[in-house]
């Protein structure tokens, strides 16, 4: 960012999902809603919670509401280096191109350390939503 704003933590996680991303979108902006995230301020400044899609499958939208593969994802190392600890041969539907060879050309500017892996196990005993069987988020 050009924003100058203190380090932050970054992960991502893989849910099943079988709702339009547009619903899954609208739910991410309720929970950011919920823990106290205002939108409209600073672009790409300070917040407290920021929660994204980065990739939908092999999916490729461009739509006002919603880009998918997330526009700036091949551009930022904190986005790409949890998903390729997910699942390190990823492509990029957009360009057609391994998440792992779009690290190789960010610059070593962005500078990134990993503070710990999280257990899945952590996430359900805190409560915090788990994929349900239909598809979708739910509260535990």
Not at 115 to 132: A, F, M, N, Y
């Amino acid at each position: 960012s050009t924003v100058t704003q203190d380090d932050f933590v970054n992960c991502a996680a893989t849910i099943a999902w079988r709702d339009s991303p547009f619903v899954l979108l609208r739910r991410l902006n309720e929970i950011e809603a919920e823990m106290g995230r205002v939108r409209g301020k600073i672009r790409d400044g300070p917040r407290g919670i920021d929660l994204d899609i980065l990739l939908c499958g092999s999916s490729i939208l461009f739509d006002p509401l919603l880009t998918i593969p997330h526009p700036q994802l091949h551009r930022r190392k904190f986005a790409l280096l949890p998903c390729l600890e997910i699942n390190p041969d990823l492509i990029h539907p957009a360009f057609n191109k391994p998440l792992a060879a779009l690290l190789t050309e960010i610059g070593a500017e962005q500078q990134i350390r990993l503070l710990r892996r999280i257990d899945p196990q952590e996430i359900v005993k805190c409560g915090l939503e788990t994929p349900s069987k239909k598809g979708g988020i739910v509260k535990e």
